[in-house]
């Protein structure tokens, strides 16, 4: 059910319009000869009803029954009621507004049988499959993974020799600025060397991410497990 | 999917790609699936037919919606799009809550402003709206009246378009 809107109704009538329809429809008058002005006394006796409804509620209910009345003294009292046209809804807009109500009502009544049928469509869940990048080849695959391996035999190599190198960060920034400020395009591997250690390699890593962060260098890679290009910021986005 | 992105995947020309999917669409007829479409966007959806089915393995709901939404929802699934005051205008009663209902459940949804006095939201039914009623597109709206509402909807269209002055 609907929980979460809390409908105010009438005995169930969803408004003035429905219950005034509803009248219309129970003595089985003809929408469009009926005078509406007879129906405001019937109308009237179930606005009585409503006492229970908020105040906003029931003024709409309020302002179509004082309609109602006007139209029905009238007709009652022609010759003293002229027709001013500012004087609001005449019996033929209020008319005009009640069927177009009831075709409304006749519309929403098919909408819920359809909804009642069931026969509804679904979509598939999930959307678009996310595919890889591109550029994932095999071979890029298998020569990062020799690479790998060369590494993981160096790494030995380091715990056995156990070199006591010292690289600083701040020198090696220096070192890479120098490189970068002659070449103007250094990439990675040329920066790491052929066998770099794993200190220098980490060094060399750190100081590229600080010169990056402080907007000295950009950092550029075309396709997946490619060269990383390492240029020259122009100088003039460069803090001092 | 919009036919711009179907006619720049298959290489065709949007004319192309509107014979082909009607070709797909008359294809489905008669299996478990169908075209939907709404505006430029199209998308194969499971058949009403089978709804029943596919709604037990999907362990989905059955929507249900009140009498006063479901007249709120047949205003702006005719006239749209459509202000929350035109709505209320025919309905006669205030629709703040029936508006936020089916907007909440997006059978609903704002179609920009109305350029008039105070620029009011517009509404429109939704993607959704056309697959919980089982309808390929807005086209499929049920337009058949009993005798009674043709009547009623002759004279009152009559009535709104001359104005009694």
């Given at each position: 059910m609907e929980s979460q809107a809390p409908r105010v109704t009438v005995e169930g009538f969803d408004g003035p319009l429905d219950l005034l329809l509803e009248?219309?429809?129970?003595?089985?008058?003809?929408?469009?000869?009926?005078?509406?002005?007879?129906?405001?006394?019937?109308?009237?006796?179930?606005v009585?009803?409503l006492?229970a409804l908020p105040a906003e509620e029931v003024s709409a209910f309020l302002a179509l029954?004082?309609?109602?009345?006007?139209?029905?003294?009238?007709?009652?009292?022609?010759?003293?009621?002229?027709?001013?046209?500012?004087?609001?809804?005449?019996?033929?807009?209020?008319?005009?507004r009640?069927?177009e109500y009831?075709?409304v009502r006749?519309r929403a009544d098919?909408l819920g049988?359809?909804l009642?049928?069931?026969?509804?469509?679904?979509?598939?869940?999930?959307?678009?499959?996310?595919?890889?990048?591109?550029?994932?080849?095999?071979?890029?695959?298998?020569?990062?993974?020799?690479?790998?391996?060369?590494?993981?035999?160096?790494?030995?190599?380091?715990?056995?020799?156990?070199?006591?190198?010292?690289?600083?960060?701040?020198?090696?920034?220096?070192?890479?600025?120098?490189?970068?400020?002659?070449?103007?395009?250094?990439?990675?591997?040329?920066?790491?060397?052929?066998?770099?250690?794993?200190?220098?390699?980490?060094?060399?890593?750190?100081?590229?991410?600080?010169?990056?962060?402080?907007?000295?260098?950009?950092?550029?890679?075309?396709?997946?497990?490619?060269?990383?290009?390492?240029?020259?910021?122009?100088?003039?986005?460069?803090?001092? | 999917?919009?036919?711009?992105?179907?006619?720049?995947?298959?290489?065709?020309?949007?004319?192309?790609?509107?014979?082909?999917?009607?070709?797909?669409?008359?294809?489905?007829?008669?299996?478990?699936?169908?075209?939907?479409?709404?505006?430029?966007?199209?998308?194969?959806?499971?058949?009403?037919?089978?709804?029943?089915?596919?709604?037990?393995?999907?362990?989905?709901d059955?929507l249900r919606l009140s009498p006063a939404s479901l007249e709120t929802l047949a205003v702006v699934a005719y006239r749209q799009p459509v202000t929350r005051a035109e709505v209320e205008a025919i309905r006669g009663v205030n629709c703040d809550q029936t508006i936020y209902t089916l907007s909440s459940r997006r059978l609903i949804e704002e179609r920009?402003r109305k350029?008039?006095?105070g620029?009011p939201i517009l509404y429109g039914t939704t993607?959704e709206f056309?697959?919980c009623f089982?309808?390929?597109?807005?086209?499929?709206?049920?337009?058949?009246?009993?005798?009674?509402?043709?009547?009623?909807?002759?004279?009152?269209?009559?009535?709104?378009?001359?104005?009694?002055?």
């Amino acid at each position: 059910m609907e929980s979460q809107a809390p409908r105010v109704t009438v005995e169930g009538f969803d408004g003035p319009l429905d219950l005034l329809l509803e009248l219309v429809e129970e003595k089985r008058l003809d929408i469009l000869t009926v005078r509406l002005g007879d129906l405001a006394d019937a109308y009237l006796a179930r606005v009585r009803a409503l006492e229970a409804l908020p105040a906003e509620e029931v003024s709409a209910f309020l302002a179509l029954a004082s309609r109602l009345v006007l139209l029905k003294a009238r007709s009652l009292l022609p010759s003293l009621e002229p027709l001013p046209v500012e004087e609001g809804e005449t019996e033929e807009e209020l008319r005009a507004r009640l069927l177009e109500y009831a075709v409304v009502r006749e519309r929403a009544d098919a909408l819920g049988d359809r909804l009642r049928a069931g026969e509804r469509a679904f979509h598939r869940e999930g959307g678009t499959v996310e595919l890889p990048p591109r550029g994932g080849e095999i071979e890029a695959l298998a020569s990062a993974f020799s690479r790998v391996l060369a590494l993981a035999a160096r790494h030995r190599e380091e715990d056995i020799v156990a070199p006591a190198e010292r690289y600083s960060v701040e020198q090696r920034t220096a070192e890479i600025e120098e490189l970068v400020a002659a070449q103007a395009e250094v990439s990675f591997a040329t920066l790491l060397g052929a066998s770099p250690t794993v200190g220098f390699a980490v060094v060399t890593f750190i100081a590229l991410l600080d010169l990056y962060r402080r907007l000295v260098v950009d950092l550029r890679q075309d396709e997946l497990f490619g060269e990383i290009l390492i240029t020259r910021r122009e100088p003039a986005s460069a803090p001092s | 999917m919009s036919r711009g992105e179907l006619a720049r995947v298959a290489g065709a020309t949007p004319r192309g790609v509107e014979t082909a999917l009607a070709e797909l669409g008359a294809s489905y007829e008669g299996t478990g699936l169908r075209l939907q479409n709404a505006g430029d966007e199209w998308q194969i959806v499971t058949a009403p037919d089978h709804a029943p089915q596919v709604a037990a393995y999907l362990g989905a709901d059955r929507l249900r919606l009140s009498p006063a939404s479901l007249e709120t929802l047949a205003v702006v699934a005719y006239r749209q799009p459509v202000t929350r005051a035109e709505v209320e205008a025919i309905r006669g009663v205030n629709c703040d809550q029936t508006i936020y209902t089916l907007s909440s459940r997006r059978l609903i949804e704002e179609r920009g402003r109305k350029e008039t006095a105070g620029r009011p939201i517009l509404y429109g039914t939704t993607w959704e709206f056309l697959e919980c009623f089982g309808l390929g597109s807005l086209h499929e709206l049920p337009r058949a009246l009993t005798p009674e509402g043709a009547v009623l909807e002759s004279v009152a269209g009559r009535g709104a378009a001359t104005p009694d002055r």
